[in-house]
């Protein structure tokens, strides 16, 4: 990275705090330039979201050489999913640290990561609400454990409070599940209700009482399956790739 390109990143970064902004690097026919974009996330647990016109109007200047974004009041050290989102991309990743020093912001240290296979693990990942969540878990255990592959989809933050139904039977059974009558085995997907009309968490039965999940603002874990969760708990679905093996 050259100079102008790091000097661009932080007037950029400086300039959006306490907002997390995000750009992208690319290598034009006059050299390397940075290409400020625009972040569209409406709320905090979003972090950044890069519309898709931003991107395609960088990739008109030339080549796409990495993607810039800041880490507003918070050191450069990249998330997990900073880390499967720069594995998404195929991009180098520069990520800046922003705070404020005598009361303006001011940049701090600048971290690079490469994709290279890195996949978050399934207990003690971060959450991040679109990225990192309750249904990329179930996404990752169904792909790594089971073998089946489960569609993905877009959605806001606070989905259930806005007509969205990630979690509707209707789709569930298009995904290739059904309710389950008997006792719930491992790899059973279960569809709960925190503070929500709608079922908007799910978690999958381990076996043995436990369940694996990712509550919003903490680390995903395997927890005893009853009590709270029982009480929460709408339907229970299993696969029938499960149901017929």
């Given at each position: 990275?050259?100079?102008t390109t790091?000097?661009?990143?932080q007037?950029?970064?400086?300039?959006?705090?306490?907002k997390e902004?995000c750009?992208?690097v690319?290598?034009?026919a006059?050299?390397?330039?940075?290409?400020?974009c625009?972040?569209?996330?409406?709320?905090?647990?979003?972090?950044?979201r890069?519309?898709?016109e931003?991107y395609?109007?960088?990739?008109?200047?030339?080549?796409?050489?990495?993607?810039v974004?800041?880490h507003?009041?918070?050191?450069a050290a990249?998330?997990?999913?900073d880390?499967?989102?720069?594995?998404?991309?195929g991009l180098?990743w520069h990520?800046?640290s922003?705070?404020?020093v005598d009361?303006?912001?001011?940049?701090?240290?600048?971290r690079?990561?490469?994709p290279?296979g890195?996949?978050?693990?399934?207990?003690?990942?971060?959450?991040?609400?679109?990225?990192l969540d309750?249904?990329t878990?179930?996404?990752?255990?169904?792909l790594?454990?089971?073998?089946?592959?489960?569609g993905?989809?877009?959605r806001?933050?606070d989905?259930w409070?806005k007509?969205?139904?990630l979690y509707?039977?209707d789709?569930?059974?298009?995904?290739?599940?059904d309710?389950?009558a008997?006792?719930?085995?491992?790899?059973?997907l279960?569809?709960?209700?925190?503070r929500?009309t709608v079922?908007?968490?799910?978690?999958?039965?381990?076996?043995?009482g436990?369940?694996?999940?990712?509550?919003?603002?903490?680390?995903?874990?395997?927890?005893p399956?009853?009590?709270y969760w029982?009480?929460?708990t709408?339907?229970?679905?299993r696969?029938?790739e499960?149901a017929?093996?």
């Amino acid at each position: 990275m050259n100079l102008t390109t790091l000097q661009a990143i932080q007037a950029h970064a400086t300039a959006e705090y306490p907002k997390e902004s995000c750009g992208l690097v690319v290598a034009t026919a006059t050299g390397e330039e940075y290409f400020p974009c625009r972040n569209t996330a409406t709320t905090p647990s979003e972090h950044f979201r890069l519309p898709a016109e931003d991107y395609a109007l960088a990739e008109d200047r030339g080549e796409l050489l990495a993607l810039v974004h800041s880490h507003p009041d918070a050191p450069a050290a990249p998330s997990d999913a900073d880390r499967v989102q720069c594995e998404a991309s195929g991009l180098r990743w520069h990520i800046i640290s922003v705070g404020q020093v005598d009361g303006l912001p001011e940049c701090g240290d600048l971290r690079t990561i490469a994709p290279s296979g890195y996949v978050a693990p399934l207990i003690g990942r971060q959450f991040a609400h679109g990225v990192l969540d309750c249904y990329t878990l179930v996404q990752d255990f169904y792909l790594r454990e089971l073998g089946i592959r489960l569609g993905h989809y877009e959605r806001q933050d606070d989905w259930w409070a806005k007509g969205e139904q990630l979690y509707s039977l209707d789709r569930l059974r298009a995904e290739g599940f059904d309710l389950v009558a008997d006792e719930p085995q491992r790899g059973d997907l279960i569809l709960m209700q925190i503070r929500s009309t709608v079922p908007n968490h799910a978690g999958v039965y381990l076996g043995d009482g436990l369940m694996l999940h990712h509550l919003h603002g903490r680390l995903s874990d395997r927890v005893p399956y009853g009590g709270y969760w029982a009480e929460r708990t709408c339907y229970i679905v299993r696969h029938r790739e499960m149901a017929h093996g």
